[in-house]
């Protein structure tokens, strides 16, 4: 797993998770965008949306989050997982 990354929500702290995982919670709302992310390359805490670049858009009235594979680059994070 070259980015174990963990989730703080409600003062608790899960994880590891790898960047598919974190993405998959993302998209079933067990994670939130606001809630906090941290690795190992990271200096301190940051919400998941600048972990994972996440764009929200709606469909039918329901918002959804897609992830912006451009900014996902840029942030070092992509390594192919």
Do not use: C
Request: net charge negative; hydrophobic share 35%; no cysteine.
């Amino acid at each position: 797993m070259k980015y174990a990354i963990y989730i703080s929500k409600n003062g608790e702290v899960t994880g590891p998770f790898t960047k598919k995982e974190l993405r998959d919670a993302v998209h079933s709302k067990n994670v939130s965008s606001n809630d906090w992310a941290w690795h190992k390359e990271l200096p301190e805490w940051k919400p998941v949306h600048a972990v994972i670049p996440i764009i929200h858009v709606s469909r039918n009235g329901e918002e959804i989050a897609q992830f912006d594979e451009e900014k996902e680059i840029l942030s070092g994070l992509r390594d192919g997982t």
